[in-house]
Nanobody, 129 residues
Framework: QVHLVESGGGSVEAGGSLRLSCVSAGDRYSNHCMGWFRETPGKGREGVATLDKFGRTTYTESVEGRFTIAEDDAKNTLYLLMNDLQPADTATYYC???????????????????????WGQGTQVTVSS
């Protein structure tokens, strides 16, 4: 399994912005759906956004209109652009690849599905009010 490396987290005030990056060593997941997830001690892990190889995106309702998932294939890098951050967005953010399907994402988040692979150490995002 090739691990992904997340970066770009930090501490910001409400209304601020951050850009998270997720780098893959090589093109191991170049034909797979990619996703961003976040985890907090009280809520567990939840899906944030997914991007399939046809450019289709899915967002959890709470981030719709504020977050954008994008990728740069040439750099093997996945991004999460986060605007208008709110305290509720405070979490550790992870990226993963879905290897159970080629090119498309699962119909539901399925955060506990073992086909989501490549989990790194995550990057912490803290938003103060």
């Amino acid at each position: 399994q090739v691990h992904l490396v997340e970066s770009g987290g930090g501490s910001v005030e409400a209304g601020g912005s951050l850009r998270l990056s997720c780098v893959s060593a090589g093109d191991r997941y170049s034909n797979h759906c990619m996703g961003w997830f976040r985890e907090t001690p009280g809520k567990g892990r939840e899906g944030v956004a997914t991007l399939d190889k046809f450019g289709r995106t899915t967002y959890t309702e709470s981030v719709e209109g504020r977050f954008t998932i994008a990728e740069d294939d040439a750099k093997n890098t996945l991004y999460l652009l986060m605007n208008d951050l709110q305290p509720a967005d405070t979490a550790t953010y992870y990226c993963a690849a879905y290897v159970g399907l080629r090119r498309i994402c699962p119909s539901q988040w399925q955060v506990d599905n073992a086909n989501w692979v490549g989990w790194g150490q995550g990057t912490q995002v803290t938003v103060s009010s």
